[in-house]
């Protein structure tokens, strides 16, 4: 049987993983600045990460949800202390296209409305509403295309404002990403942010906080959107959230109130996928791993900024992007196939840098070493 092919691969066969370093089947060692897609949080393949999997595989890994569940209240419990969100409610599922996709479904639950406001190159999944939410009709099905869904330009507080009062009253929620990824590594504007906030109080709508890629400490906070002092009525998570484990999951504001059926899951906060998801929080507590996303995110900008070549270092944290002038067009390619460093990217032009929260002062010299080196050797 041949595998559906919608992914362009790199011709590397990864056979193991520890900390921020990946190895391929000729023994081979890369530097992985690209975290597996920013789902590597604490290291790949963390000692007490593996321990915790392993425990809980040989007492028990799935019973479905007509049980009581502990793990998932300590999980709640850790998730509400490590992200201060203690009055939230905690739903569990598995990606993040299905956490934004029941972000948005409770938002119309809760208004009764249809109305959805996303952004410019945004994206937040390839589920049904998800996807219709992405601003990219590439990846919209026929079946997928609505009218429900406003697009305003991102961080242009005008075109935001005469939405709502063109629309308010039918406005169900507002999602968007604290920082885009997809998108490029932009940064929502704070008073932005504080304006979401501000604009969904007064009409009654649901402030979506899509912190897939951008949350779980990575932007140095705990979710990006706390850089800008406000609140949002759901954070969805994934991604960082399990370290590779399959898990997602939306905090829910305690106005929100939730209803036997209203939402649901077969395989949502399952035993194995709770273990792997406490013993990421205990790892970044006990590590401080939010406090050295952020230095080292500093470090790795200022040093970037310095990097002649490579234009508008921007991010927060270890979400950092960088543009790639014509002149350096193959340098994410002579990073992987010359240096051995793994990048992430988005289109046309962007490398995108989306390393383990836990990337060693070592690691990040040995990245911007092999930055100027690559970018020599294209010039
Ligand atoms: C901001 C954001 N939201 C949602 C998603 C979708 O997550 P998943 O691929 O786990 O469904 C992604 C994935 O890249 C993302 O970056």
Known sequence: MKLFDVYPLNNITITRAQGSYVWDNNGVQFLDMYGGHAVISIGHTHPHWVKRIEEQLEKIAFYSNSIIIPIQQQLADKLATVSGKNEYQLFLCNSGAEANENALKLASFHTGRKKIVAFSKSFHGRTSLAVAATDNPAIVAPVNETDNVIFCPFNDEAALKKCFKEHGADIAAVIIEGIQGVGGIVVANDSFLQLIRTLCTDNGAVYIADSVQCGYGRSGQFFAHDAAGVDADIYSMAKGMGNGFPIGGILIAPHIKAKHGLLGTTFGGNHLACAAALAVLEVIEQENLISMAKQRGMYL????????????????????????????????????EDHNVFTGEAKPNVIRLLPSLALSRKQADEFLEALKDAIQELQ
Not at 301 to 310: E, S, T
Not at 324 to 330: A, F, S, T
């Open 301 to 336: 900008m200022n040093q970037l900024k310095a990097i002649d070549g490579i234009e508008n270092v921007r991010g927060r944290g270890l979400m950092i992007g960088f543009d790639v002038p014509e002149n350096l067009k193959g340098l994410k390619k002579k990073l992987l």
